[in-house]
């Protein structure tokens, strides 16, 4: 089993900035690509970033050029940088691990993505 505890979410003005950590615990060795995912009220949730274990990463357009995702694997540690936050982004952000490729850590690891509590954004006009 994987933990991911997220941090950082809260209340800002729009065009402010926020930072989201999400700290890894349990079975890290499982964790491949970790990921952002976000839940605006009355939405589906939607991907926002993801980023490999090797440091590739992937945005959506929705935020490419305002959200930086990077990662500190020493910490197991995963970071969202939120800039020119607007009222849309708000949301429940969520931190969460992709599904280990096959054979990931000697092929030890289920099939299976894991997801944190979540955390409120809430980004005034």
């Known amino acids: 089993q994987v933990q991911l505890v997220e941090s950082g979410g809260g209340l800002v003005q729009a065009g402010g900035s926020l930072r989201l950590s999400c700290v890894a615990s349990g079975d890290t060795i499982c964790i491949a690509a970790m990921g952002w995912h976000r839940q605006a009220p009355g939405k589906e949730r939607e991907l926002l970033a993801g980023?490999?274990?090797?440091?590739?990463?992937y945005y959506d357009e929705s935020v490419k050029g305002r959200f930086t995702i990077t990662r500190d694997n020493a910490k197991n540690t995963v970071y969202l940088q939120m800039n020119n936050l607007q009222p849309e982004d708000t949301a429940v952000y969520y931190c969460?691990?992709?599904?280990?490729?096959?054979?990931?850590?000697?092929?030890?690891?289920?099939?299976?993505?894991?997801w944190g509590q979540g955390t409120l954004v809430t980004v005034s006009s």
């Open positions: 969460t691990t992709g599904v280990p490729p096959t054979g990931w850590a000697g092929g030890v690891c289920p099939a299976k993505d894991y």
């Open positions: 980023i490999t274990s090797r440091g590739g990463t």
